[in-house]
């Protein structure tokens, strides 16, 4: 594809998060607390990775000009609901930066505890004056995806029905998905697809592994030992040809994301870890100095 869809400033960022390879369905690893490489099974993931109540926020900054502007933050919450993940993101601009470009932006899926396929997204999209309602419900068994589009939710445009190419993730699934692959067999320079559903078609991109980073410092919360990867991003309106994105995440069993950074068409982009809390795990990856 040479050119994006209409896109946000937090659906934006999203993309910027996932680093999972998307290969056809075979068997896990079943000595291994994940899922081994190469073995990924987009329709049917065991979660080992994060639990209920896990809640990660990110500082977002915005480099203009030579000078690192901070200017929002976003927040990904899990919340538990009986047979199923309601994952939850709230991403807001700070008051100090809304008289350049307010955002209040809402993403929520539900998605099978058993599987961590999505069931049902929404999106509410409020940046500077432009409004977006994005309602999808999956139908992973018929390999379907009805939608709903509009600039609210009483106030639908376009009602319309997709088929998917195969078990499919949206721009937030994806994101959990990806925490629950085992990446220790991984060599620098592999590459591997990702594939979501978001914006009314299906994104077939690639990953590169670049391998382990120690001591990567993370302003507030320490230095910790990390695995680097560069997601593909599609040339046009926000990303300029051969952008080089850069994700640090955690080399532990959280695969917590700690830093992503972009070069866009105007400026650059990077979102940090500022806090987070209810993890399944400790932080082994932290380096003590």
Not at 143 to 165: F, H, M, P, Q, V
Not at 255 to 261: A, Q
Not at 272 to 284: A, D, E, H, I, Q
Request: hydrophobic fraction near 35%.
């Amino acid at each position: 594809m040479a050119t994006t869809p209409k896109s946000f400033f937090f659906s934006t960022l999203l993309l910027l998060f996932p680093f999972v390879h998307l290969p056809e369905p075979s068997e896990t690893n079943p000595t291994n607390p994940g899922l081994g490489k190469l073995t990924a099974n987009p329709c049917n993931t065991s979660n080992f990775a994060f639990q209920a109540g896990e809640e990660l926020t990110y500082k977002v900054y915005y480099n203009w000009n030579f000078v690192w502007l901070s200017a929002a933050e976003i927040t990904f919450r899990v919340i538990d609901d009986d047979d199923q993940y309601h994952y939850q993101v709230v991403g807001e601009t700070y008051h100090t930066y809304d008289w350049f470009f307010k955002v209040r932006d809402y993403y929520d899926t539900w998605v099978q505890k058993d599987n961590l396929l999505p069931i049902m997204s929404i999106r509410n999209i409020e940046e500077g004056k432009y409004r977006l309602y994005d309602y999808l419900n999956f139908d992973q068994s018929r390999k379907t995806c009805y939608n709903e589009r509009g600039k609210a939710k009483n106030d639908i445009r376009e009602r319309k029905s997709y088929t998917l190419d195969g078990c499919m993730h949206d721009m937030l699934s994806i994101l959990y998905f990806a925490r629950n692959i085992r990446y220790d067999d991984y060599q620098p320079g592999d590459s591997f697809p990702i594939k979501i559903f978001a914006d009314k078609e299906t994104w077939p991109l690639e990953v590169t592994y670049r391998g382990k980073e120690s001591g990567k410092k993370i302003k507030g919360l320490g230095k910790f030992d990390t695995m680097r990867f560069s997601p593909q991003v599609i040339e046009g309106e926000i990303f300029p040809k051969d952008t080089d994105m850069n994700v640090w995440v955690t080399d532990d069993s959280n695969r917590l994301p700690l830093i992503i950074e972009s070069p866009l068409s105007v400026g650059s982009v990077k979102a940090v870890l500022k806090s987070y809390k209810g993890l399944r795990y400790s932080l082994n990856s932290f380096v003590n100095d």
